[in-house]
């Protein structure tokens, strides 16, 4: 009886959760048992009975007038999605969670690319611009490098957005079974994170109170900040993208449809012509809060950093309008 079932659920499983479809579900699922049994009274074996069943209630087309969802099933006829396999889905979650980490370092590595202008500047001011600066740059330089290969190499993932597709039960309660063990791992990601984010500027304001030490000790306290800052983000960016791949799978399927509880309504993606630019505009936003994080640390300008998030704002938009498809 347990292989009727799980053959009702996939014959309904990208139909929408309507009450109709419901009713339809039930009534079918009421039909097969009530066949079933009488089967087994005939004597019958198991594999007999399924079989029998399925021969004479698979086709939920020529049910679907009895039933009453004629309509709905020609409509989801018309608009066919496309299956993505199991052996899909474990592959996507591992190039996602390879993805993760590439971004997540390379974020890390902006936020720690100004280190070596702070500590040239505080106790060898001659060699700041020969050596901090180069480091800046080569930080900065291998991070978006990093962002703009890991976008390239998700590429043929872009089905996903491009296409209608739908994940199968078994293949949702894998997704939903895999986001549970990391759920932990992402709250003991997140908890760090926000500890380290706490306790970074603790050094800083300790030092300054006390002039003895200050000038020996000042400049890798502020170090000390942006290296707690940088490990703390890697950690929320990595947890975000590697809970976000379990995300994007379960809303794959059509939102409120009867396979399964899990589906969300799909986010609107905005799509762009030019594939590099599409990866650039994947991290931008984390690039800009880098940006502004070290122009701010390095300045102290607070008041004018801010300007930062309205010229981003302003040069969106003018890439979405050039850029969108």
Not at 132 to 147: D, I, Q, R, W, Y
Request: proline share 2%.
């Amino acid at each position: 009886m347990e292989t009727i079932k799980n053959y009702l659920e996939t014959m309904f499983q990208n139909l929408p959760n309507t009450p109709e479809v419901r009713k339809a579900k039930i009534e079918l699922g009421q039909m097969m048992e009530d066949k079933y049994t009488e089967l087994l009274q005939e004597g019958k074996s198991e594999n007999e009975a399924v079989g029998t069943i399925i021969s004479e209630f698979g086709n939920l087309e020529e049910l679907a007038e009895s039933l009453g969802i004629k309509e709905i099933v020609k409509e989801e006829k018309e608009t066919p999605r496309r299956i993505v396999t199991l052996d899909e889905t474990k592959e996507f979650i591992k190039d996602k969670i390879q993805h993760a980490y590439f971004i997540a370092f390379g974020v890390l590595l902006c936020i720690l690319s100004p280190c070596g202008c702070i500590l040239f500047d505080y106790y060898a001011p001659a060699l700041e611009v020969v050596i901090g600066c180069t480091l800046l740059f080569v930080l900065v330089a291998v991070g978006v490098g990093m962002f703009v290969f890991s976008g390239l190499s998700m590429g043929k993932w872009g089905f996903m957005d491009n296409e209608l597709c739908s994940v199968e039960m078994k293949t949702a309660e894998y997704i939903r079974i895999e986001q549970e063990r990391f759920r932990m791992a992402k709250i003991g990601r997140i908890t760090i994170g926000v500890i380290l984010c706490i306790i970074s500027v603790i050094p800083v304001m300790v030092i300054n109170e006390i002039e003895a030490i200050a000038e020996v000790w000042e400049g890798i306290s502020v170090v000390f900040m942006f290296v707690a800052v940088a490990i703390a983000v890697f950690l929320f960016v990595s947890a975000g993208i590697q809970n976000g791949s379990y995300e994007k799978l379960l809303s794959l399927s059509q939102f409120q449809s009867m396979n399964t509880f899990y589906p969300r309504q799909q986010k609107r993606i905005t799509h762009y012509k030019n594939k590099t630019v599409e990866s650039i505009m994947s991290v931008y936003w984390p690039t800009i809060t880098c940006i502004y994080l070290c122009w701010s640390f390095l300045s102290y300008d607070w008041h004018i950093t801010w300007i930062i998030w309205v010229i981003a704002s302003v040069i969106e938009m003018y890439i979405k309008a050039v850029f969108k498809e």
